[in-house]
Structures are given as C-alpha cells and as structure tokens.
C-alpha cells in the first residue's frame, strides 16, 4: 500500500526512512540536516566509514537514536533541466533504496521528495516518477509512505496517485 502523510519524516515509527542526502554522506541541509540531528553523532560516525555515494545510488545505516531501525541514503540529481539523464538518475534512487530495503527485511518505508528542495527538482514531475517506482514495489511491502513536509506536497502526491 502506498500512503501519503504530511509529517517531518524524523519522527516515524518505520522500519526505514529514506535520506535526501549528497555524494559524500556528510550531511547537509534540509531533510539531511534534520535526520542527522535526530539520529546523533553515531549516524556520521557510520556515513564516513562508508565514503561516499553516487548519485541514484543509495546505502543503508542504522537509525541511531531515530524511531525508524535504518536511514537509507540516497543521493538525487541536480535539476539541471531535464536533459542531464535527471528522470533516469531520480528513478534509481526510488529504486535501488527500495532495493536495500528489501534486502534488509524492512516492510515499512518513508520516503521524502528526494531531489526537490535545494536540487530543484520540478516537484511535479518528481513526485510521478516517485510514484512509478513504488507502484512496481507496493505488494513487497506493508507501507510504502509518501512523507510530505507541506500541505501543498501532500496535495500533490495525492493528485498523481489518484491519476495513475
Ligand atoms: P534535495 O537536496 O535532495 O533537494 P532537500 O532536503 O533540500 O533535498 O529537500 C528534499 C525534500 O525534503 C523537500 O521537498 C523538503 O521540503 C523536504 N523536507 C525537508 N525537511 C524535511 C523533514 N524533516 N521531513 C520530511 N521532509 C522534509
């Protein structure tokens, strides 16, 4: 089942949520700050020991001190237009976190819309692709939950699932 909420994605109770992070896993702003502060130290600790990720990529640690048992970093695109392989590279990250999910026997997973704070990714457009990916993933899972930070973001996703 695909649901949609609108919460700050750090304070679920799910088996993994997923991080809007950058190539090198450091930490940065926006949702990655936010998981980041939640979890505690530890959860730098385990990023730099893996070093880095490429973008559609994604890799998997602890929660740490989050209610959710695992973060798993995924590295969207920089919205430079379209033309920069931009679809391909966010659909890869809805996928192969679903992917490592899978692998480490999570059923429930929130997701927040990678790509669309500072990378600039059209929220629209990002939020069909995201939507594609978890309609090929929905039966291998409990919940699959669409985590909006705004009214205006949930609106959205409720529009382009009941369109598809
Ligand atoms: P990116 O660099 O991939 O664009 P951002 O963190 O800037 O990542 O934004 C990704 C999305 O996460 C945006 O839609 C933003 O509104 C949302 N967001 C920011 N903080 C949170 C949070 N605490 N919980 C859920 N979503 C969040």
């Given at each position: 089942?695909?649901k949609?909420?609108?919460?700050?994605?750090?304070?679920?109770?799910?088996?993994?949520?997923?991080?809007?992070?950058?190539t090198?896993?450091?930490?940065?702003?926006?949702?990655?700050?936010?998981?980041?502060?939640?979890?505690?130290?530890?959860?730098?600790?385990?990023?730099?020991?893996?070093?880095?990720?490429?973008?559609?990529?994604a890799?998997?640690?602890?929660?740490?001190?989050?209610?959710?048992?695992?973060?798993?970093?995924?590295?969207?695109?920089?919205?430079?237009?379209g033309?920069r392989?931009?679809?391909?590279?966010?659909?890869?990250?809805?996928?192969?976190?679903?992917?490592?999910?899978?692998?480490?026997?999570?059923?429930?997973?929130?997701?927040?819309?990678?790509?669309?704070?500072?990378?600039?990714?059209?929220?629209?457009?990002?939020?069909k692709?995201?939507?594609?990916?978890?309609?090929?993933?929905?039966?291998?899972?409990?919940?699959?939950?669409?985590?909006?930070?705004?009214?205006?973001?949930?609106?959205l996703?409720?529009?382009?699932?009941?369109?598809?």
């Amino acid at each position: 089942m695909i649901k949609v909420i609108q919460a700050d994605i750090t304070t679920l109770s799910v088996d993994a949520i997923v991080n809007a992070a950058n190539t090198t896993l450091l930490g940065g702003g926006g949702v990655d700050g936010a998981i980041h502060r939640a979890a505690g130290p530890e959860l730098l600790a385990a990023c730099r020991k893996i070093g880095g990720c490429p973008t559609g990529e994604a890799r998997i640690t602890p929660g740490f001190k989050l209610p959710a048992k695992w973060v798993i970093h995924t590295v969207g695109p920089v919205w430079h237009g379209g033309d920069r392989n931009e679809p391909t590279l966010l659909a890869n990250c809805y996928r192969n976190s679903l992917e490592l999910a899978l692998k480490n026997g999570a059923k429930t997973i929130a997701f927040p819309g990678i790509s669309t704070g500072v990378y600039g990714y059209p929220k629209d457009q990002a939020a069909k692709i995201a939507v594609i990916v978890m309609r090929e993933y929905e039966n291998k899972f409990d919940e699959i939950i669409c985590c909006c930070f705004s009214g205006g973001d949930k609106a959205l996703y409720e529009k382009v699932l009941a369109e598809d």
